[in-house]
C-alpha cells in the first residue's frame, strides 16, 4: 500500500457532508479573489437567506456520523448551530416488519414502480399515515394501493362539486343540523392537524385528514348536501372542499394541485394561505346532534344488512324515546336511511335500540 497516493481532490465522505448544511451555500463565481473563509461567508448571498435552517431531518443511525459533524463543522467554521431541532424518521421495513434492504431485493419495493403503478401521493400517504417519529414502518404494496383509492374519493368528491355549476362561492349561512355539524367538525380538523404538524406529528395529522374526507365529508355531509338539495349546502361544502385541499396539499401535493386548477381562476395552491380556525363556528351541541343522527342511520342500515333487506327498500319504523333532536331531523333520517319513520309516543316491542331511543321496524 505503500505506492498508493490519495486523491487530493476527494474529501472523506463524513467530512465533506459535515460541511454540507453551509459549503453548498457558498458563492461560486469567482471565489478565488476571498482571501479568508470569513470573506467568502460574507459576501455569499444564498448563506445569508438560507442558513441557518431550523430542522434537519434524518434517521437514528447517522445522528453521530452526520448530524453531530454537521453541528461541530458549522461551529468551527460559521461559529454558529446549523439547525435546532431534529427529527427522526423511522425505518421503512417490508410487511413483515424487516429492514428493506438492497442485498434481498425480494422484500424491497421500487419506489419508481409503485409510482407508476399507484401514483406518487399514495406513496406519500403510505409513508406519512401510520407512522410516528422513531418508530419503525411496515410498507406494502396494499398499503399503498388502498391511498390510491383515497386519491380518487378526493377527486370524485371535486367533479360532484364541479357539477353543480354553483352561481358562486360567496359567504354561506349554515342552515341545517348538518351544516352546523361539518362546519365545527372541519374547524377542529383546521386547529387539530395545524397544531400536529407544528409538533412534527405528522402520522397524526395526516389520519386525522384521511378519517374527515372519507368518514365524515364524503360519507355523511355529502350525502346529507344530496338528501337536502340546498344551494345553501351545497356553497357550504365547496368552500370546505377548497380549504381541505389547502390541508391536504402538504401530504398529497400532485392530485391536490390538480384538482386546485378547476376551483380556480390561474392560482396555484402551493402558494395559497393555510387555512386558519374559525372557533365561533366550532358548535359542540351540533356535533353532539348530528352523532345522534349518524347513531341512528348506521343502526337502521346494520339491521337491513342483517335481514337481508334490499337496499331501496323503504322500511316502516317507529321510534319512542321523546328525543327531539330525532323528530326535527326526520327528513333527512327518512333518506339516508331509506325509511318512513314515524313517531310513537309508547312502544314495548322493538327491534333495536339506540342509547335512549327504542325503535320498531315493520
Same mark, same amino acid.
Request: proline share 2%.
Given at each position: ?11 472523506? $465522505?463524513?467530512?465533506?457532508?459535515? @460541511? ?27 448563506? %445569508?437567506?438560507?442558513?441557518? $435552517? ?5 434517521? +437514528? ?15 468551527? /467554521? ?17 410487511? +413483515? ?17 409503485? !409510482?407508476?403503478?399507484? /401514483? ?22 396494499? %398499503? ?44 377542529? @380538523?383546521?386547529?387539530? !392537524? $395545524? ?7 405528522? /402520522?397524526? #395529522? ?11 365529508? #364524503?360519507?355523511?355531509?355529502? &350525502?346529507? !348536501? ?8 351545497? %356553497? ?19 392530485? $391536490? ?29 351540533? &356535533? ?50 331509506? !325509511? ?23
Amino acid at each position: 500500500f505503500r505506492s498508493w497516493i490519495q486523491d487530493e481532490d476527494t474529501l472523506d $465522505t463524513w467530512f465533506s457532508s459535515a @460541511l454540507w448544511t453551509w459549503s453548498t451555500l457558498l458563492e461560486r463565481n469567482n471565489y478565488e479573489k476571498f482571501k479568508t473563509l470569513e470573506e467568502w461567508a460574507e459576501n455569499s448571498k444564498d448563506l %445569508k437567506i438560507f442558513h441557518p $435552517t431550523s430542522v434537519m431531518e434524518t434517521m +437514528h443511525d447517522i445522528l453521530f456520523f452526520w448530524v453531530a459533524r454537521m453541528i461541530m463543522m458549522t461551529l468551527y /467554521g460559521l461559529n454558529e448551530i446549523p439547525f435546532k431541532t431534529v427529527y427522526l424518521h423511522g425505518m421503512v421495513c417490508d410487511k +413483515h416488519g424487516k429492514k428493506m434492504s438492497k442485498s434481498q431485493p425480494e422484500n424491497c419495493i421500487e419506489p419508481i414502480e409503485v !409510482v407508476e403503478k399507484y /401514483g406518487t401521493d399514495a406513496l406519500r400517504l403510505s409513508m406519512i399515515i401510520g407512522n410516528s417519529a422513531g418508530n419503525k414502518l411496515n410498507l406494502s404494496e396494499q %398499503k399503498i394501493a388502498s391511498f390510491r383509492n383515497f386519491a380518487n374519493k378526493l377527486w370524485n368528491i371535486g367533479r360532484f362539486i364541479q357539477m353543480q355549476k354553483l352561481k358562486s362561492d360567496g359567504q354561506t349561512k349554515p342552515l341545517s343540523l348538518a351544516d352546523k355539524w361539518i362546519l365545527s367538525r372541519f374547524n377542529n @380538523l383546521i386547529k387539530q !392537524v $395545524t397544531d400536529d404538524i407544528g409538533h412534527y406529528r405528522f /402520522g397524526l #395529522a395526516g389520519e386525522k385528514l384521511y378519517n374527515f374526507t372519507w368518514h365524515e365529508l #364524503a360519507d355523511w355531509y355529502l &350525502e346529507a !348536501v344530496k338528501t337536502q338539495s340546498d344551494e345553501n349546502s351545497f %356553497k357550504l361544502l365547496n368552500d370546505i372542499y377548497k380549504k381541505l385541499l389547502k390541508l391536504l396539499h402538504p401530504f398529497t401535493p400532485f392530485v $391536490t394541485e390538480k384538482i386546485f386548477e378547476y376551483f380556480s381562476d390561474d392560482k396555484i395552491l402551493m402558494i395559497e394561505k393555510w387555512p386558519e380556525a374559525d372557533e365561533k363556528k366550532i358548535n359542540n351541541q351540533a &356535533e353532539q346532534d348530528f352523532e345522534l343522527v349518524k347513531e341512528l342511520v348506521t343502526a337502521i342500515r346494520s339491521w337491513r344488512k342483517e335481514n337481508k333487506k334490499e337496499p331501496k327498500e323503504i322500511l316502516k319504523i317507529k321510534i319512542a324515546g321523546g328525543d327531539k333532536v330525532i323528530e326535527a331531523q326526520k327528513e333527512i333520517i327518512n333518506k339516508l336511511a331509506k !325509511v318512513d319513520m314515524s313517531i310513537a309516543t309508547n312502544l314495548t316491542d322493538k327491534n333495536l335500540a339506540v342509547k335512549n331511543l327504542v325503535i320498531k321496524i315493520n
